[in-house]
């Protein structure tokens, strides 16, 4: 079943996928109708139906229809594009993902993501904060609302109780706990909506507290 943020600028909608739970997320421009959809995980009748369902929101208010300006792969694993090549086709849409990432994702990616790249499209736009150690070239994607508490989508690199897997890898960990730290937490407030890759998501202030905790642990 799909959710909704509708928010001043834009809506956010989302839509639970295969028996994995993965989270695709559409953001849809209340001006112009422009649209980004993030990790066409699978089942690509839900996201067709997501899709309508997001230009229906820019119909009721806007001129014209709803584009899908661009399609972001928060990451290579294979359970976050199952449906991209499908969404390609029904969109015409340019690709884009991590850097490291690019040579692991079968469909062709058009547009190469850096740490602290910015996006723009037509009512919005997004920041590409790289966070490494779920992949080498994971990237979460900050959308700042000028109404109200920022909304980040996050992959599989932040949950609510701790980072992404790292397969016990120490090295991994460290990468994706420093980063998170550094990138996330040090960087956004406490009122920032995180939308993870996978279920439920949080708030940084409710999982700030348990920094140290994560730490300890070792994931």
Same mark, same amino acid.
């Given at each position: 079943?799909?959710?909704?943020?509708?928010?001043?600028?834009?809506?956010?909608?989302?839509?639970?996928?295969?028996?994995?739970? #993965? #989270?695709?997320?559409?953001?849809?421009? !209340?001006?112009?109708?422009?649209?980004?959809?993030?990790?066409?995980?699978?089942?690509?009748?839900?996201?067709? !139906?997501?899709?309508?369902?997001? =230009?229906?929101?820019?119909?009721?208010?806007?001129?014209?229809?709803?584009?899908? *300006?661009?399609?972001?792969?928060?990451?290579?694993? &294979?359970?976050?594009?199952?449906?991209? %090549?499908?969404?390609?086709? /029904?969109?015409? /849409?340019?690709?884009?993902?991590?850097?490291?990432?690019?040579?692991?994702?079968?469909?062709?990616? @058009?547009?190469?993501?850096?740490?602290?790249?910015?996006? &723009?499209? @037509?009512?919005?736009?997004?920041? /590409?904060? *790289?966070?490494?150690?779920?992949?080498?070239?994971?990237?979460?994607?900050?959308?700042?609302?000028?109404?109200? $508490? =920022?909304?980040?989508?996050?992959?599989?690199?932040?949950? $609510?109780?701790?980072?992404? #897997?790292?397969? *016990?890898?120490?090295?991994?960990?460290?990468?994706?706990?420093?980063?998170?730290? +550094?990138?996330?937490?040090?960087?956004? $407030? +406490?009122? %920032?909506?995180?939308?993870?890759?996978?279920? !439920?998501?949080?708030?940084?202030?409710?999982?700030? $507290?348990?920094?140290?905790? &994560? *730490?300890?642990?070792? &994931?």
């Amino acid at each position: 079943m799909g959710r909704m943020i509708d928010l001043t600028d834009v809506t956010i909608r989302s839509v639970s996928v295969s028996a994995m739970d #993965n #989270n695709v997320y559409l953001l849809t421009s !209340k001006t112009s109708g422009d649209q980004v959809l993030i990790d066409a995980a699978d089942d690509f009748s839900a996201i067709r !139906k997501l899709l309508d369902e997001g =230009a229906a929101d820019y119909a009721q208010g806007g001129t014209g229809q709803a584009q899908v *300006k661009l399609i972001v792969t928060t990451h290579s694993h &294979w359970d976050h594009v199952r449906a991209l %090549t499908e969404a390609v086709e /029904a969109t015409g /849409a340019p690709t884009a993902a991590g850097t490291e990432d690019i040579d692991a994702i079968a469909v062709p990616t @058009d547009i190469a993501l850096e740490h602290g790249d910015i996006r &723009w499209f @037509d009512g919005f736009e997004l920041e /590409a904060i *790289k966070l490494r150690g779920h992949t080498p070239g994971s990237v979460a994607l900050l959308y700042r609302d000028p109404h109200g $508490p =920022a909304h980040l989508f996050t992959g599989d690199s932040l949950f $609510p109780g701790g980072v992404g #897997n790292t397969d *016990k890898d120490p090295a991994r960990f460290a990468s994706l706990y420093r980063d998170v730290v +550094d990138r996330v937490f040090a960087y956004l $407030p +406490d009122d %920032t909506v995180v939308h993870p890759g996978h279920g !439920k998501g949080t708030t940084l202030g409710a999982e700030r $507290p348990h920094l140290q905790e &994560w *730490k300890e642990r070792g &994931w």
